[in-house]
């Protein structure tokens, strides 16, 4: 998972095939491809092909959240989470959660209680 530390934001890429980049969807995906798990990347496929990010609104994702996953307050690996205070996503993974931090590039941070509360989370179908 170290490789995905560090990644510069941009919409749209997948750090798997741009190498250095991603956005916090394809950040989701490539956590839980790396844990083999389901990554949900051709079921959200049609944003990038409909949107842009200026016109992107984080409405179609927590539409998205709420068909294709569960409400969780337990967390485990490949749980996703919505912040509450900013439109990001973060994904849990062996004990840390990977998200695109607001600078602008991904981070990796210990699940603690005060980071886990600052999230709603989700549990994937």
């Not at 944003?47 to 969780?72: D, H, P």
Request: charge should be positive; hydrophobic fraction near 35%.
């Amino acid at each position: 998972m170290n490789d995905l530390i560090g990644l510069e934001y941009q919409w749209g890429a997948n750090p798997d095939e741009k190498p250095g980049y991603c956005d916090c969807f394809q950040l989701f995906c490539a956590v839980r491809r790396r844990l083999e798990m389901k990554d949900h990347a051709q079921q959200f496929a049609w944003v990038y092909e409909q949107y842009e990010e200026a016109s992107f609104s984080w409405r179609i994702m927590k539409t998205w959240l709420k068909e294709n996953c569960s409400s969780t307050i337990e967390t485990s690996n490949g749980d996703v989470g919505m912040f509450i205070k900013r439109p990001a996503l973060a994904t849990v993974a062996n004990g840390r959660i990977y998200c695109i931090a607001p600078r602008g590039r991904s981070v990796s941070m210990i699940s603690s209680k005060d980071t886990l509360s600052s999230i709603n989370w989700f549990r994937p179908r």
